[in-house]
Structures are given as structure tokens and as C-alpha cells.
């Protein structure tokens, strides 16, 4: 136990969650240090020249879960923040020209049926209310279970008032579904199998996981909490995380790029301090971590610190990566059939019906890519034209499923054959795209864990189910942001609630740091 309050802070990573951590440390007084293995601040929000001229999201590339509460705190706005596009919506491309549009629970386009616009509505109020428990608890520091604490008790109770609040109707539907697959319920409510596929990407994306799965309702819910609206930040995704780097070093926060942390270092049960790459040694009353769960426990901290049960649910995390990163360079707008011009530039997403869907995963669980991969693409160029010279165009694209520990690996043949798969998708919904492509990088789980650090190069860090989530998330003893190892924190992707460009873990974190000053 020190025997006083932190002062000082070292944050092991400047992703965007690192620097809202660092952030909020630094406003309340704390003298804080982030340290990033990188030569530029962001981790996978982060915007990059792909080929000389064009730009692109890296990572992330659609910001729809960035918390209003932090965007506020933070003034990101004073730092650079804008928006190139707002409230962007769904369109569910097909090779015939027979698109819809999904916007806020309203269908739009040819291929619209009569039949599902009343239950999509319906679909769409129903998620949504469902969707803003998790976003209550979102906000929130996990309580511990099985404590006296009235604060524990509060949020739990909490918690149970929410779903209460449901009425009883909605809440026997919340429970029926929250934890199934996301095929069947979207079989009960739904006519159009576009419909039915565009809906199922929103269970699937990010996780390893099909349609048919326990958990895609789940990870539908998460994403429909995060979906206040689909934005392109003006200069990609990278703008946010400079907004935030902006706002740490106002606050007082130094951050050192290139700077890779070796190892942190104990002083008898305490973290004391980190041993950089280069064998610099530096000291802080509190570590925290924006590196994944599994970085920090097995790599930076190393087993030998922790209990065996810790130690082995650690080592037991789900972070296997499933998502690839597609980025084009294009001589012209991608001629989408039957869109206009606006609509080239709105969430796409290419995927026919939800057994292709639950196909295309089939693939990942016996370590193959998908045949028929399908894809989110967002054409952030037809809105911002910082991204690409003049008259051309840059097409992201997250495509599933490629998966992480692809059996024979990610050679530069398994690539190219991925990215002609891919290629082919999108030819099929935008005749002539092959001919307009002037480059193109296919980033792979492999890739984006070398570039970004992340393990597995997961979208989370970690898996997101219901296993791990909440109180849970990453795994029980670490799921409050502190971990069992005192003066350690946790603030990434890996903590509640989870992924997304949302600042949440990293501005918990630094709340949780501040709520146990005197008890560390
Ligand atoms: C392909 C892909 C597409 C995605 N698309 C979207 C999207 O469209 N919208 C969305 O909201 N989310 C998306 N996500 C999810 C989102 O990008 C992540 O959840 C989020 O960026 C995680 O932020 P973070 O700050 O927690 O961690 P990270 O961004 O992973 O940052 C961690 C940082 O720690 C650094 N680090 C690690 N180890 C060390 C060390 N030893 N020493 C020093 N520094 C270290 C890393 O270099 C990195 O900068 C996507 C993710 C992927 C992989």
C-alpha cells in the first residue's frame, strides 16, 4: 500500500483509449507519461498514406460510438474534431440493382419490401430500447459481485431496474434473445433476405462468430448502443485520435512515440514502473494499460506475477482476429449499380442473404477464408477530399472473415487470392471497379497485430460475449479496471465495454484510478 494518493501516471499505449485515459488523468492534477511503440499516436484509429496520394482509416473507419461525454469533457472540438459526413445510413448493395436503405428502423430503395417496413420499425424501437441498457452500463465501472458495498449493490440494482423499466413485454423479449443467434430472430421478424443479411452483419462484425451463433444478438445490441450515427471524421479516423492527443498534452500529459514498452516492473507485490525497449527505466505510482489484456499480463507483466487462476484465464482469452482490412485506390467513384452520387458515399454493405452470411464464416472455423467474403465498405473520399488527389477515390472496406491463424498463414499468394475474392464481391455490385483500381493494400489479422499491437489483431482486443462482458470483461479480478496486481489498471479495448472508437474503457479507467486514490 502507498501511503498516499497517485501523482504520477505511466499509460503504455497511445491509442485512442490511452489518450482519453491520459486526458481525464492529467485534468485531475496527475502527473502522467503515455509511452507508445508507435511512431504516430491513434493505435488503430488512425489515419495513414496507403499509396503516395491516398488515405485512408487504417483501422477503424466509421466513428459511430465515440461517447458524447468524453467528446465534450475533452473539448475534441478545439482540437481538431470535425465531421466530413453525418448521419450516414445502411445500404444493402446487390449485383441487379435492387439496393435498400436501413435508416433509423426505416427502409428505403428498390428492394424494399412492404411486407418488413412495419417490423422493421418495430425491430428498430425494440433494439434500440434494449440497446440503451448496455449503453447505461457502458458508461459505468462494473460493480463487484457478491459484496455489501452499497455501491456495488446500487449498480446492481440498477441494472435490474433498467430491464425492469422494459415493461413486462419487451422485457420477457429481452431476455428470450439477448444471449441467441441472430439468424433465427431475424427469420421470426423478417421477409427480405437482403433485409435479413444487412441485419446480420450488425450481429457478426468484429467477432468470430456467424449468424447462426449464441452471442449475435448480443453483439448486434452492442453495436445499435454504440450507433448514436454513422460519421466520417473530416481527414479520417485519425482526427479523433489527434483531438485527444491535443487534449492530453493541454492537459499537462507528455507522450512519447516510438517509445516501446519492455516490461513492468514490481516492487515486491507493486507495479512501480516500466523498463522501456532500450533499457530506460521509469516510475509511476500507477501503471495503466491501454495494450491488450494479453500483452500486459503475459508479455509486459509476466506470469510469474499472478496467481495460477488469473494467470489461466488469461491465457485462455479469445483473440483470434477475423476481420481484414481492404483499402483501393480508384481513378473515378466506384459506379455502385443503381446508386447516385451521395449514395456511393453511406455505410455499404455487400452481402446477399444470411446463409451466405453463415457460409462465409463456415470457412473461419477450420481456419480458411471465406469464398464469399462479405464486407462493410465506407468511400470516405466522396465526402472528404483531403483524401485523394482530385477526382479520385479511396473505397475501406472491413470484410469477413479472414481469419488470424489461417491454416498454411497469410503468404503473399493467400493475400492476393483474398483480395481477388474480395475483388470479385465488389466487381459483382460495381461493374468496372477492377478497371479503376490503381492500388490496393489488404491488411490482414496478421498485419494489423504488427501494426497495431494488437493481440490476434482483434477488433476488441479480446472477444465480446457475453462471457466477457461487464463484469466479466476481460475476465473476472481485472474486470473493474484495476487487476489483482495493485498499481495496475487496465483502459483498452480488451476492458468494458469493449471495442469501437468510443473513448469508454480509457475514460473508466482513468475514473476508476481517481475513485481508488487513497486505497491503492
Ligand atoms: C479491421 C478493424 C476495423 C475496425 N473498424 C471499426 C469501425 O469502423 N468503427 C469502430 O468504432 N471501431 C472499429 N474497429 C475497432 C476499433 O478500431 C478498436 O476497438 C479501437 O481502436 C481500440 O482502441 P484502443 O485504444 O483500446 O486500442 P488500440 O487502438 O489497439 O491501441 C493500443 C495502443 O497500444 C500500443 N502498444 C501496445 N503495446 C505497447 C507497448 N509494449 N509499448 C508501447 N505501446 C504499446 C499500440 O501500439 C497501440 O497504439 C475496428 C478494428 C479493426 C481491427
Avoid at 490503381?438 to 497485430?449: G, R, S
Wanted: glycine share 12%; aromatic share 6%; proline share 5%.
Amino acid at each position: 500500500m502507498t501511503e498516499h494518493a497517485p501523482r504520477s501516471a505511466i499509460v503504455i499505449g497511445a491509442g485512442h483509449n490511452g489518450l482519453a485515459c491520459a486526458a481525464y488523468l492529467a485534468k485531475a492534477g496527475l502527473s502522467v507519461t503515455v509511452l507508445e511503440a508507435s511512431d504516430r499516436v491513434g493505435g488503430a484509429a488512425v489515419t495513414r498514406e496507403f499509396t503516395p496520394g491516398y488515405r485512408v482509416s487504417a483501422g477503424a473507419h466509421l466513428l459511430h460510438a465515440l461517447d458524447e461525454g468524453v467528446r465534450r469533457d475533452l473539448a475534441l472540438e478545439r482540437y481538431g474534431l470535425r465531421m466530413a459526413a453525418e448521419d450516414l445510413y445502411t445500404i444493402a448493395l446487390d449485383p441487379g440493382g435492387q439496393w435498400l436503405s436501413i435508416a433509423d428502423g426505416a427502409l428505403g430503395g428498390p428492394g424494399a419490401l412492404d411486407a418488413d417496413r412495419v417490423s422493421m420499425a418495430k425491430h428498430h424501437r425494440q433494439m434500440s430500447r434494449f440497446a440503451r441498457i448496455l449503453d447505461g452500463i457502458g458508461d459505468r465501472r462494473p460493480p463487484r459481485l457478491g459484496t455489501q458495498n452499497w455501491r456495488d449493490l446500487l449498480a446492481l440494482g440498477r441494472l435490474g431496474l433498467d430491464i425492469r423499466r422494459l415493461g413486462t413485454e419487451d422485457m420477457r423479449e429481452f431476455l428470450r434473445i439477448a444471449g441467441i443467434n441472430i439468424f433465427d430472430v431475424l427469420e421470426e421478424r423478417f421477409e427480405s433476405a437482403l433485409l435479413k443479411a444487412a441485419l446480420a452483419i450488425d450481429g457478426t462484425l468484429g467477432a468470430m462468430l456467424g449468424p447462426r451463433s449464441n452471442n449475435s444478438v448480443f453483439i448486434a445490441l452492442h453495436r445499435c448502443n454504440q450507433g448514436r450515427d454513422w460519421a466520417l471524421p473530416s481527414g479520417g479516423m485519425g482526427t479523433v485520435s489527434v483531438a485527444l492527443d491535443g487534449a492530453a498534452r493541454a492537459a499537462g500529459a507528455r507522450i512519447r512515440t516510438k517509445t516501446r514498452v519492455a516490461a513492468i516492473r514490481m516492487d515486491f507485490d507493486r507495479a512501480c514502473g516500466v523498463t522501456l525497449e532500450d533499457g530506460e527505466t521509469l516510475d509511476a505510482d500507477v501503471i495503466v494499460s491501454n495494450a491488450d489484456p494479453k500483452t500486459t499480463f503475459e508479455r509486459l507483466l509476466g506470469a510469474r506475477h499472478l496467481e495460477a487462476g488469473f494467470a489461466n484465464r488469461i491465457h485462455h482469452l479469445r483473440t483470434r482476429g477475423c476481420v481484414a482490412k481492404l483499402h483501393l485506390a480508384l481513378d473515378g467513384p466506384p459506379r455502385f449499380t443503381g446508386l447516385d452520387a451521395d449514395q456511393r458515399g453511406q455505410r455499404l454493405l455487400i452481402a446477399p442473404d444470411p446463409e451466405t452470411v453463415e457460409h462465409a464464416f463456415n470457412h473461419a472455423k477450420y481456419g480458411e477464408h471465406s469464398e464469399r467474403p462479405v464486407m462493410e465498405i465506407s468511400v470516405p473520399s466522396v465526402f472528404d477530399d483531403t483524401l485523394a488527389p482530385p477526382g479520385h477515390h479511396v473505397l475501406s472496406a472491413n470484410v469477413q472473415w479472414a481469419p488470424y491463424d489461417l491454416k498454411g498463414g497469410w503468404s503473399e499468394a493467400a493475400k492476393q487470392g483474398f483480395t481477388e475474392r474480395c475483388l470479385d464481391s465488389l466487381e459483382a455490385c460495381a461493374p468496372g471497379l477492377r478497371e479503376q483500381v490503381l492500388a490496393n493494400e489488404l491488411l490482414t489479422p496478421v498485419d494489423l497485430e504488427n501494426e497495431f499491437g494488437m493481440s490476434g489483431g482483434h477488433w476488441h482486443h479480446v472477444e465480446l460475449a457475453l462471457d466477457s462482458f461487464f463484469m466479466l470483461r476481460p475476465v473476472p479480478g481485472a474486470a473493474r479496471y484495476s487487476t489483482p496486481v495493485p498499481g495496475l489498471y487496465l483502459c483498452g479495448a480488451g476492458s468494458h465495454p469493449g471495442g469501437g472508437v468510443s473513448g469508454r474503457p480509457g475514460r473508466n479507467a482513468a475514473r476508476a484510478v481517481l475513485a481508488d486514490r487513497g486505497r491503492q
